[in-house]
Structures are given as structure tokens and as C-alpha cells.
């Protein structure tokens, strides 16, 4: 990789960061694709974002990624939302177009994507139940939604947030019930049948930390269980899904499919093969 005066620079907004994978594959897909350009991680906390993002027009950065916890502030910073983001609430992209930012979200279609291939499910008439009611359950919840899942619970620690969210969302979406509950041992009793799949959209397990409860009971067998995390080790979660005999996967296939619909909007072009994915299984 030779970087000039003219190379086209991308990147990433996180905190933390410095676990991010996006790097790697998108740095892949850029030399496949032999472009000019480079993806660089900048450590942004939450007090930083709004310098962040005007920098983006200062240094004329073509875009960024935006991961934990900026996906919702992003939004009120860019000038334009993309449809799809402006009906989430959230975006995880960013595309510069010559001092004028817009802003996507490509974690939804991200999820549905992998959710198929790494697990063969198809949400269509089943019953979900989400962890956590940030950007990504926002996320998720309109693709799950406009994917015809007949059934979406939120499990948050905050029950006041997923209220918030199902307020807002439900009327736009008529034919899915929605449910919400406190993250808690109360879950278990409280869930009123099993769920066919489990989607943790929290943080939690990034660091290696773990729920205080076997939230895996709450899945019928032969369900499945997707965690957004993807960690060196497998998380908590998923071990204990695993011990149960669920089918399992963590972030890595939502994050290549994301990114893959996000290097388009960058640059015009899709990245040759599944050369993402395959940077991230090396």
C-alpha cells in the first residue's frame, strides 16, 4: 500500500476501537480492488464526535464508519439521512460527497444477510427476541420488522428505552406484535413462549463480560442464536447456546455484509469476491 497526497481516506469512529475488525477487511477489499485509498481507526469518545465528524469535511475524508456508542448521536451531526436511516434512527455510515455528509445504515440489511448464510433463517413468521435498544436494535428492529418476523420482544436493562423505541416504531409496522421486558431473571418467566431466534444487539460480551442469567432458555430448541459481538474467544452467549445444542453465530458475517454495502457507497464499486469475509476468518 502507497499512500500519496491524492490516496482517498476512510475510517472508522469508535469507543473502543482498537478491537474493531473493519480495518483489516476493509483494507482487504481496498488492495483487491486496487483503489487509492486507505481505512484507519480514530478512537472517538462521545465528547469528541461532533469535532469528529466536522473533521470528517476538514480533512476531506471520503466517509467513516460509526460504531459503539455513536450511532444514534451521528445522526442530528450529518446533513442528509439516507430513507432506511432516517426511519431507523441510527446511522453506521457516513459518505462525504464533496463537504456534504450523508448518513446510512447498513446493519439491518447487514443482519438479514447473515442471518441466512451463516444460519439459514429466515425471519419471515418468527418470533425474536432482541437484547439491548441502542442503534443496532434499531437497526434490526426495522429490518426484522420489514422483513415480516411476527413477533419482536426487547429485553433492555432501561425498560423505559425499548418503550421509547416500540412507541415509536410500532405504528409503522402493523403486522408485528412487540413486547418489552427487563433484562433480568424475570425474563425467563416473563417471555411467554420460546423464541426461534435470539439476537443480542448490547455490548455486553465485547469485554468479555457476561449476562447475569441464562438467556438462552428463553429460545426454543432447535432456535438459533445470533451474537452482534464477535470476540477472539467466543463470548459467553454463545458458548452457552452451543451447549444447548442451538444453532450459533457471532458479528463477524453481519459485519463483512455490512461493510461490503458500506465500500459501495464509498466507492462506487462492490468489493471483489468475499474477500471481507475472508479477511476476517484469517
Request: with cysteine; hydrophobic share 45%.
Amino acid at each position: 500500500m502507497q499512500l500519496t497526497g491524492k490516496t482517498i481516506v476512510v475510517g472508522i469512529f469508535g469507543d473502543p476501537v482498537a478491537h474493531s475488525l473493519s480495518p483489516r477487511m476493509q483494507n482487504a477489499a481496498i488492495q483487491a480492488s486496487d483503489l487509492d485509498a486507505v481505512y484507519v481507526p480514530f478512537h472517538v469518545t462521545g465528547t469528541q464526535l461532533c469535532g469528529a465528524v466536522a473533521g470528517i469535511r476538514a480533512m476531506a475524508l471520503r466517509g467513516v464508519s460509526l460504531t459503539i456508542p455513536h450511532k444514534e448521536a451521528a445522526c442530528s451531526l450529518v446533513d442528509e439521512l439516507d430513507e432506511q436511516a432516517a426511519l431507523i434512527g441510527a446511522i453506521n455510515t457516513i459518505v462525504n460527497e464533496d463537504g456534504h455528509l450523508k448518513g446510512y445504515n447498513t446493519d439491518g440489511l447487514g443482519l438479514l444477510n447473515a442471518l441466512k448464510q451463516e444460519l439459514g433463517v429466515d425471519v419471515a413468521g418468527r418470533r425474536v427476541l432482541l437484547v439491548g435498544a441502542g442503534g443496532a436494535c434499531r437497526a434490526a428492529l426495522v429490518a426484522l420488522c420489514q422483513a415480516k418476523a411476527t413477533w419482536i420482544g426487547i429485553a433492555n436493562r432501561t425498560r423505559e428505552r425499548s418503550q421509547r423505541l416500540i412507541k415509536e416504531l410500532a405504528p409503522k409496522f402493523p403486522g408485528t406484535a412487540f413486547a418489552e421486558y427487563e433484562l433480568a431473571p424475570q425474563l425467563l418467566a416473563d417471555c411467554p413462549e420460546p423464541v426461534d431466534l435470539l439476537v443480542n444487539t448490547s455490548a455486553v460480551g465485547l469485554k468479555g463480560e457476561t449476562f447475569d442469567f441464562q438467556l438462552t432458555e428463553c429460545v426454543s430448541s432447535g432456535g438459533a442464536v445470533f451474537d452482534m459481538v464477535y470476540a477472539p474467544e467466543s463470548t459467553a452467549l454463545i458458548l452457552a447456546a452451543q451447549g444447548r445444542g442451538l444453532a450459533t453465530a457471532d458479528g463477524r458475517g453481519m459485519l463483512s455484509a455490512q461493510g461490503e454495502i458500506a465500500f459501495q457507497l464509498w466507492f462506487g464499486c462492490e468489493p471483489k469476491g468475499d474477500v471481507m469475509r475472508q479477511a476476517l476468518e484469517n
